[in-house]
């Protein structure tokens, strides 16, 4: 049961920038850290954004994280059509004890 | 290289078991945290277990609390799901997930491929 809400799509043309939003509550993205994964069709989620704005290396700087009060955005510039897939936010909730995902935006590139 | 490699999945009746093995390689297995996350087929990611380093912390997701058993052998570089009682909303990928090594934040930094549980008479 995912706690941290997501819009369901996003898209943009290539070259746009586009803005995932994702809302959460005080035990989780109020408390702790927000990391972000990208999912591309048919397989495993890679890690994109960790700490709420730092990129692992290998990361495009295209995709940047940001994290104000319960709610974290990801935003990715320059859109690239090798973009297009599924983005989860996540945190650990401190009430739950244990990970808490967001609902996920698949991001098309028009 | 990391590596995490998922097996054990399949299909299996309601009520029935099934355990889920998770190798690791590439890294100090004994030293991370590990993780269970699934995937029911067409939806989001749901967090399921997490079990510390030495084995002695665990934590369930309530969806699976009493069912199922995280558990692991640092000996065998492995980590396991034995999944009781299933039900059909259990169908799902699951996926072995590398925990960060941070003191201040939670995330994961590595994911294996991913095996398919179907639960179906």
């Known amino acids: 049961q995912s706690v941290l809400t997501q819009p369901p799509s996003a898209s943009g043309t290539p070259g746009q920038r586009v803005t995932i939003s994702c809302s959460g509550s005080?035990?989780?993205?109020?408390?702790?850290?927000v990391s972000w994964y990208q999912q591309l069709p048919g397989t495993a989620p890679k890690l994109l954004i960790y700490s709420n704005d730092e990129r692992p290396s290998g990361v495009p700087d295209r995709f940047s994280g940001s994290k104000s009060g319960t709610s974290a955005s990801l935003a990715i510039s320059g859109l690239q059509s090798e973009d297009e897939a599924d983005y989860y936010c996540?945190?650990?909730?401190?009430?739950?004890?244990?990970?808490?995902f967001g609902t996920g935006t698949k991001v098309t590139v028009l | 290289e990391v590596q995490l490699v998922e097996s054990g999945g399949g299909l299996v009746q309601p009520g029935g078991s099934l355990r889920l093995s998770c190798a690791a390689s590439?890294?100090?297995?004994?030293?991370?945290?590990m993780n269970w996350v699934r995937q029911a087929p067409g939806k989001g990611l749901e967090w399921v277990s997490y079990i510390s380093s030495s084995g002695s912390i665990i934590f369930y997701a309530d969806s699976v609390k009493g069912r199922f058993t995280i558990s692991r052998d640092n000996a065998k570089n492995s980590v396991y799901l034995q999944m009781n009682s299933l039900r059909a909303e259990d169908t799902a990928v699951y996926y072995c997930?590398?925990?960060?090594?941070?003191?201040?934040?939670?995330?994961?930094?590595?994911w294996g491929q991913g095996t398919l549980v179907t639960v179906s008479a």
């Open positions: 997930a590398r925990e960060a090594k941070s003191y201040t934040d939670n995330y994961f930094d590595y």
């Open positions: 590439g890294f100090t297995f004994s030293s991370f945290e």
């Open positions: 005080s035990s989780n993205i109020g408390s702790n850290t």
């Open positions: 996540a945190a650990w909730d401190d009430s739950l004890n244990g990970y808490v």
